[in-house]
Each structure stands twice: as C-alpha cells, then as structure tokens.
C-alpha cells in the first residue's frame, strides 16, 4: 500500500464518496421494485445519526451494536457509528421464529462479549430483542435511529490503527469470538479485492449481493469496497434471497451486475429452486466473477450450476473459488480469474494419511481454492509447527496486511491464533502446484481406525439421496465409552417434501451412499425434523453442537412417521410461516 492509502480510513471513503452521479446503494424488495440512496445522501443521514449518539454520551471507541435487516437504517447505523468515532457491532436480526429463546441467549452473549454501550435496532426488532437487553444489560439500552436525539454535527477524527468493526467469527466450531479489526486491516482488504477488477474501457464493474450484512463476506466483501469506488451497490435481504432464489439472478440481469459472491449452498438452490419460467427474459452474460467462498466448495454444485444456467448466458470461467476468514479480514486466497474452475482428485488412502498424491479415477475431488492474495502469504504446518512441503496435509496459516488485531478482551484466544504474524486459521489443507486445497476443518476432523477424513465428503454423499433436506447433514465421529475404536454418525433432516415411505429408508439408504462415495459406513444414521440441526449466525452447520447436543440426549430423532404425523408437521410449519408473515406485515 502507498503511505497515501496507508493513512486512509473508512470515514474518509464516506467523506470522498458522492462525486460519481451512479455511486451509492440500490435496494430491491420482494416484488423486484428498487430504492436508490446516492453515497452522498447515506453521509448525510449517517451525520444525523453521529450526531444523536453523541448527544447519547457515545464516545470515541465505545462499541455500538447494530440489529437491523438489509436497508437503509443498517447504513445510517453503520456508518454513524464510524462517523462518531465509536465501534459498530453488527448483529445478526432474528429470522425464525422456532428457537427464539436460543437466539435471545446467543445475542446476549455476543453484546456482552463485545462491550456494546448501546444496541441500535429497527421498531420490530426492538420489540424482540426485551430478554437479550434485559441479560445483557447495555448502559444505554436499546433505540431505534428515530429515538435518537441531535441532528447533524463534524464527524470525530479517527485514525487508521483505531478500531473499526468488530466482526463476530461463525462459530463452527466454537462460540462466536469477537474479530477486533482496525481501519487499517479493512482498507487493506478492500484494496484488495478492487485489485480484481479495475474498470477499463467501457466496463464499469457493478455489484449485487444477497449475503447478511453482519457477515464479513456480506459486509467487508461487498459494501466497503464499492464505496472505495464510489460505485454502485444492489443489495437483497438474505431472507428474499432464501424464499425465491431467482431473485438473485434476476436481479443481476436487471442491473447488469458483473461482480457477486455466495457461498456453496446459494448455488446449489438455485439449481434446484430456480425454474425455466423465472429466468423468462434473464442475461447472465455480463456476470462475468462468481465468488463462491464462507463454507466447502462441492465440485458437483459447480458443474451443475454452469450447465443449468448455461443456456442463459452464465459463463463457466465465471465461477471463481476463494478462501478467506473474519480473522482475515476476508480473503486469503483467489482463484485466477477468467479461467474455468480447477478440480483435481487424490487418493483417499494416502489423503487419510495426510499426504496428497494425484489419482485420476475414484480418487476424492478437491476444488483448489486459488493462490494467496497480493500482500498474503500461506504456511502449511504440522502439529509441532515445522513447515510442510507441497503434497502433506496441514494446519494452514495465513500473513497479510489485514489480519485481525485480536479478539477483543480475550488475549489467550488471541495468542492461540496469532503467532508471531502468522494467522492459525484451524483449517486443514496442502499446496499442489502453488495453490491451495482444503481438506477440512482441525476441529471437525473424523477420526477413524487412526485416519483422518474431511466431514463435507461423507455430507455431500447423501445430498442426492431422496428425502434428504438440502445442506442439513452433519458427520460427526467420537469414542464411545469402552468402545474398540471410533464411532461415524450421520445426522440427516428429511424435507419438508419428503413422503413417509423415504423417511423410513434415510438410514439405508444414507449408508449405502456414505459407503459408495467414500468407502465409509456409518455407524449410525440419526434422522431429525427440518431446523433441528443447530447453525451458526450465517447459516452454517455447527457440527461440535450437534454432536454435543447428540451425547447429551438433547438431539433425539422424531417419533416414527406416519401419514397423519407427517400431515401434522407440514401443518404446524404453514402455520409457523403464516405467522412469521402476519408479523412481518404488521
């Protein structure tokens, strides 16, 4: 970076952004139709709101949580925090309404975890959130934008090493931590990423995304560096999103996006939620990068969402792998751009006895994830943290311009994963001709008979098998008491369209898959209602939980299902969905 960029901060892009006429935020709603607020604007409400917090006795480096779904109130928070001098901690709303005393709970956790002075919230949020604030005791409660006192004033100075975001890691495999990051690391990133693409000639890259804005791929992956750019922005609410999956391609067309990120399983859907009528009139030809990142990257959904949507205009070379972490800031790694997908396949054998050796027939595909960004650079070590060569299985570590200061108030963690400018990210992977390939996760690892194998391969196995719900399978391994040797249970949801005839065969007929694809046999298949599987704050599936809620007799399978039992559930989830809503529209 330049001494000039060095000294930037995000309160500066604010400041500079507004001079392109097409710069700044489009939000769509569910009937297609947009709302446009220019980046000058969004300074302008976001002054309004500096100035209340102010006002509030908000001081420079408090930390201020924001709980708000996709639209404008989350940037008026946002970026009046920043302008305050003060911390955003954003949070993810609630979006079910099952499971509401857990998200209370966790929510708690996280406002106390982060020192948050204040929680900002939309109206209906605010009504939700009474047992969070009443557990987590912020000192200055919770507001909505509009119960803010002041108006516009001179925004706080801030500098590049002072704290900017405290973005909450996924939590996997433990509790969520809180990522301390600085102005500093996220100019890095954003940096970055608009590296990738420079406009040029008559292309003007232009962004659309879907993903949560408390997420770092949503928020630092997205937002930051198009108003870097001073570009323009199409933003969907995650939920919009998850009820009709063509929205986001459509959307895309419209707008002529080039530019969109999602994790593994919004391409999936698509795949099996999008129909031929909903992409009527639909060009994907101008989406020219097609991130897919925040969760294991399954060959088979990328081959099957080139072909599906090939016939309008979507370009194999698009879809672009990459690897990053909240810890990170974001990326790591980067697949090259404008060249198809790279898959390759290596032995099982010798994968379990972390070695990778190249096969070219039943060997387990691998998605090679890219080379380190520019400023990044990769270690593969062993448990004594001596380095690897190419072709061994590792702990992967990371060093890059916008790695985390730590995690706020928890130097021991901190230590854990930070050493001496290295990053432990706790992902397993290897080099094979510079680039990376990640095995799995250091924590998720099944162990059998002394061999360790990746939890998403046994996962994806089952995912054709019918009545299996999409994306809610977890593998999980233990050593039963007085027991020879390790234990694979396969815990499955069954979909909602699923008939009682293919939820009595789950258990085979997952056995007989796991045993195809990977030559495993579970021990035991726990077949569970749809939602059962415990998730993080995005949506990933949190295997350690499962397992512990399994061992502790709190994840126990549905009574046998019949015709009328199965009528009754689908019931009890219309009846569910009609209230969520009836509540929505009041």
């Given at each position: 970076m330049t001494d000039q960029e060095e000294g930037t901060t995000i309160n500066d892009w604010l400041a500079a952004a507004g001079r392109n006429p097409e710069g700044g935020l489009r939000f769509v709603d569910r009937s297609e139709a947009a709302t446009w607020f220019g980046w000058g604007e969004i300074r302008e409400r976001a002054l309004a709101v500096c100035g209340g917090l102010l006002n509030l006795?908000?001081?420079?480096?408090?930390?201020?949580a924001l709980v708000f779904p996709t639209g404008i109130e989350f940037f008026e928070g946002l970026f009046g925090t920043l302008l305050a001098?003060?911390?955003?901690?954003?949070?993810?709303?609630?979006?079910?309404?099952?499971?509401?005393?857990?998200?209370?709970?966790?929510?708690?956790?996280?406002?106390?975890?982060?020192?948050?002075?204040?929680v900002l919230?939309?109206?209906?949020?605010?009504?939700?959130?009474?047992?969070?604030?009443?557990?987590?005791?912020?000192?200055?409660?919770?507001?909505?934008?509009?119960?803010?006192?002041?108006?516009?004033?001179?925004?706080?100075?801030v500098e590049p090493a002072d704290l900017a975001l405290i973005q909450f890691s996924s939590g996997t495999t433990v509790d969520p931590k809180p990522v301390a990051l600085s102005h500093r690391a996220i100019a890095a990133q954003a940096e970055i990423l608009n590296g990738f693409w420079p406009d040029s000639g008559e292309l003007r890259h232009s962004g659309v995304s879907w993903l949560p804005l408390y997420h770092d791929m949503g928020l630092i992956g997205c937002i930051f560096p198009a108003l870097l750019r001073d570009a323009t922005l199409t933003l969907l609410g995650p939920e919009l999103f998850v009820a009709r999956p063509a929205l986001w391609l459509r959307?895309?067309?419209?707008?002529?996006?080039?530019?969109?990120?999602?994790?593994?399983?919004?391409?999936?859907?698509?795949?099996?939620?999008?129909?031929?009528?909903?992409?009527?009139?639909?060009?994907?030809?101008?989406?020219?990068?097609?991130?897919?990142?925040?969760?294991p990257v399954a060959p088979s959904v990328l081959r099957a969402f080139r072909d599906r949507f090939a016939r309008w205009g979507f370009r194999p070379e698009a879809l672009t792998p990459v690897y990053g972490l909240s810890e990170a800031a974001l990326t790591v790694t980067f697949s090259e751009l404008d060249r198809p997908f790279r898959g390759r396949r290596f032995d099982r054998e010798a994968l379990s006895k972390d070695r990778a050796a190249l096969e070219t027939a039943d060997g387990r595909e691998i998605i090679s994830v890219g080379r380190p960004v520019p400023g990044f650079r990769l270690r593969i070590?062993?448990?004594?943290?001596?380095?690897?060569?190419?072709?061994?299985?590792?702990?992967?570590?990371?060093?890059?311009?916008?790695?985390?200061?730590?995690?706020?108030?928890?130097?021991?963690?901190?230590?854990?994963?930070?050493?001496?400018?290295?990053?432990?990210t706790g992902d397993l992977g290897f080099l094979h001709e510079g680039e990376l390939y990640l095995t799995g996760r250091a924590k998720e690892v099944i162990i059998l008979r002394g061999r360790n194998y990746a939890p998403d391969e046994i996962e994806l196995a089952v995912e054709e098998v019918p009545g299996v719900r999409a994306g809610c399978t977890v593998a999980a391994s233990w050593l039963p008491e007085?027991?020879?040797?390790?234990?694979?249970?396969?815990?499955?949801?069954?979909?909602?369209?699923?008939?009682?005839?293919?939820?009595?065969?789950?258990?085979?007929?997952?056995?007989?898959?796991?045993?195809?694809?990977?030559?495993?046999?579970?021990?035991?298949?726990?077949?569970?209602?749809?939602?059962?599987?415990?998730?993080?704050?995005?949506?990933?599936?949190?295997?350690?939980?499962?397992?512990?809620?399994?061992?502790?007799?709190?994840?126990?399978?549905?009574?046998?299902?019949?015709?009328?039992?199965?009528?009754?559930?689908?019931?009890?989830?219309?009846?569910?969905?009609?209230?969520?809503?009836?509540?929505?529209?009041?």
């Open positions: 006795g908000i001081r420079k480096g408090d930390r201020v001098g003060a911390v955003p901690v954003p949070l993810y709303p609630p979006v079910r309404l099952g499971r509401m005393a857990e998200y209370l709970h966790r929510t708690a956790r996280m406002l106390e975890r982060s020192g948050a002075r204040l919230a939309d109206s209906r949020v605010r009504r939700i959130l009474g047992e969070a604030i009443a557990e987590a005791h912020p000192d200055l409660g919770c507001r909505t934008i509009g119960d803010l006192p002041g108006s516009a004033v001179e925004p706080v100075p959307t895309l067309s419209r707008y002529q996006g080039t530019i969109s990120p999602a994790p593994n399983f919004a391409y999936s859907l698509c795949v099996t939620r999008v129909s031929d009528q909903e992409m009527e009139g639909v060009d994907l030809s101008g989406w020219r990068i097609a991130l897919n990142g925040a969760e070590v062993d448990e004594a943290e001596r380095d690897l060569p190419e072709g061994r299985v590792g702990r992967v570590w990371a060093q890059g311009p916008s790695l985390m200061d730590g995690y706020l108030g928890d130097p021991e963690a901190t230590a854990r994963a930070l050493r001496g400018g290295w990053l432990d007085d027991a020879p040797g390790e234990s694979l249970v396969l815990f499955v949801e069954f979909s909602h369209e699923a008939t009682a005839s293919e939820i009595a065969a789950l258990p085979e007929a997952c056995r007989e898959a796991v045993l195809g694809g990977t030559h495993l046999s579970p021990d035991r298949v726990v077949v569970l209602d749809p939602g059962t599987l415990p998730r993080t704050s995005s949506g990933k599936l949190r295997r350690g939980e499962t397992l512990r809620l399994y061992l502790a007799g709190e994840l126990v399978p549905p009574a046998p299902v019949t015709p009328l039992r199965l009528a009754g559930a689908m019931a009890r989830s219309s009846q569910a969905y009609a209230r969520m809503r009836q509540e929505k529209r009041g």
